[in-house]
């Protein structure tokens, strides 16, 4: 398991911008919001929050349909399926790898995002919080996605269709916690229903990805 | 008794292809599998190798015992050679990937990029992967697709050195390997349509 | 009454055969309780002393979300038993149930942005249980956009099956989420639409008599969009089984 999960890695770094990517795609989110709804520092430090975990899961959703198809398309997944790793392993590490790749860096860039949008400094531990607690959870769900729509033609409007009513109630949680933080509310409410999204879906889901990559392997 | 399979119906795409397969594969045995295009061989080795479920019959094999290769040879163009096979081998949980190098001639590729490679030696190394992974049993559906002469000549020396170790091996395959090996024609295994809908409840002929 | 008799609906054979013998009851049944329904709910009731004559809408409203609702769960149960049994019945169904639930979805949708509109002056409105109705609506476009998009009944039936398990999950979840996250925007239950506490007796008869309407209409295509799956599939056994033999 581990040596699929150091593979992918490194399959992300030497193809060029498998970490770079997201990061690129929220940063241009974010430059882009203050030219959609004008610069005034009020207005912005107000939908901060919001913008920044839409960007975050725009983000994520940008890179959900390469987690198997390279796989599939060069034959790895059947090989991996007639492996000795458990199918709920390979998804799970599959699910891992994308947030190492993708969420992780969310976090970690989080703050200067938020300083372009004028969120006030009170605001950044918990946004980086949220992001922290929901962000695997966006993986997860996305990767349940990916195993369903792995070797459609079409598969990537698709999985996004199918995964954003799936990202629902983890956008909402997660801005929230974001954005009472910001306000100074209480937020332990939504931080409760963020992380048990989060431990849910991971301890739940795999069992389903691995179930539907199955069926798209027969 | 290494793989013995048991009054097996494999299907594709809802309509059965093939009925009524008996065989069986001892160690140190290996096994052709003949009949003309799109007649099911690759469904019965995909079906005997536990990636889809079988109609009716069974596929009794010790667990983890197979070793699958299809046309499409899951390597990663950006890794090295030998990354691809210590992968795979980490993957399997053995150990040492020179009795691979060695035994299909890569030892000079070992650096080069999988993606740099010529479609042989690509094979080359995908059939390498199958030394690494420690299986008794190889399920190979057509691997001497791309392969040059002496290529399939190493690919034949491996088959030999496998089986002589006690392994086993199912092919796909219509070129002659010059081994010593039974050959199953699965054509007259052909599935004919049923009448009336007796026993079909998985597939569409349940719907007539 | 012995329960295992029920699974011999599971052959498709059977199914369509008894489907044949019900549907014009069904059908007839569904369209004498709408008419009765609606003309009784439009014509011959007193108009609300607050709502005024606006009010009315209730009778598709109500029955209409009830259903959008109702064939989201109808879809659950036949995923689970396709899963389970793998009856084909049982996916087809499934499968012939969402296009039936968008349209409810829909005409639930409307009628409230309709019903909305000079209630509250505002056509839309991010009420928990309008988005929940918009989010269930997303639901349904990917479950049917899934079925559609793979070629492989079986492989189409088993994915889509999931799908709906683990989307109910998620809807189950997004319902709580949207409750808690309107409370955050705006205090108070100025919009609430609990109105079937509202309902005066002189609305509720015929308020039953249109969801027993809609429920039998639901029935009714389930049945029709059904039997038409099998017919398709058995097409293709048929010509199937022509070219191999």
Known sequence: MISLLLRDLRLAMRAGGGFGLGLSFFLIVTVLVPFGVGPGSALL???????????????????????????????????????????????????????LTTGLPLCIASPVFALLLSLPPEGYQWLILSLVLGTPALSVIGTFGAALTVGLKRGGLLLSLLVLPL???????????????????????PILMLAGISAGTIALLPFASALVLRVNLR | ????????????????????????????????????????????LRTVAGLQPPVMGEVHAAPESFAYAAHSDGLKATLSVSENLHFWADVFGTKGIQ??????????????????????????L?????????????????????????????????????????????IATHIDLGLDAEVLDVGPFRAKPKSGTGGFDGLDESFL | MNLNALWEYANPVKFSRTVSLVLPWVSVLALVSLVVGLVWGFFFTPDD????????????????????????????????????????????????????????????????????????????????RLTSFLILFLFYLGYVALWEAIENPDTAADLTAVLCIVGSVFAFLSRYAVNFWNQGLHQGASLSLDKEE????????????????????FVALVFLRTRTEIHKRRTKALLARERLG
């Not at chain 1, 349909?65 to 392993?89: H, K, N, Q, V, Y």
């Not at chain 2, 292809?17 to 594969?25: C, I, K």
């Not at chain 3, 879809?75 to 038993?81: F, P, R, Y």
């Open chain 1, 45 to 99: 430090a107000k939908i901060a929050p919001g913008i920044l975990w839409l960007g975050a899961l725009l983000a994520c959703l940008l890179s959900l349909d390469r987690i198997f198809a390279l796989d599939w398309e060069d034959g790895s997944l059947d090989l991996l399926a007639t492996s000795p790793l458990p199918m709920e392993g390979v998804v799970t590490v599959k699910a891992l790898a994308h947030w």
């Open chain 2, 99 to 124: 009795h691979a190098l060695d035994g299909f001639d890569l030892n000079a590729l070992a650096d080069r990029p999988a993606g740099a490679l010529s479609a042989g030696q690509k094979r080359r």
């Open chain 1, 167 to 189: 990202y629902v109630p983890t956008l909402i949680f997660g801005a929230e916690v974001a954005r009472r933080g910001a306000e100074g509310l209480a937020t332990t409410t």
């Open chain 3, 198 to 217: 509202n309902v005066a007796d002189v609305f509720s008869t015929p308020l039953y008599v249109c969801i027993a309407g809609f429920v039998l209409l």
């Open chain 2, 126 to 170: 995908g059939l390498a992967r199958l030394l690494v992974t420690g299986r008794p049993v190889w399920i190979l559906d057509e691997p001497t697709v791309s392969l040059d002469v002496a290529s399939v000549e190493l690919f034949a020396n491996a088959v030999r050195a496998h089986l002589a170790e006690g392994g086993a091996a199912l």
């Open chain 3, 49 to 128: 002393y607050r709502q005024g004559s606006t009010v009315k809408i209730i009778f598709l409203h109500v029955p209409s979300a009830m259903m959008a609702i109702s064939a989201w769960f109808m879809m659950l149960v036949t995923s689970l038993i396709w899963l389970i049994r793998r009856h084909h019945v049982s996916a087809l169904a499934a499968k012939a149930a969402a296009p039936i639930g968008i349209v409810m979805t829909l005409i639930a949708l409307a009628t409230g942005a309709i019903w909305g509109q000079p209630m509250w002056g505002t056509w839309w409105a991010w009420d928990p």
């Open chain 2, 1 to 44: 008794m290494t793989l013995t399979v048991k009054d097996l119906t494999i299907s594709r795409g809802g309509i059965p292809v093939l009925e009524g397969l008996n065989f069986s594969l001892e160690p140190g045995h290996a096994l052709i599998l003949r009949g003309p295009n799109g007649v099911g061989k690759t469904t019965l």
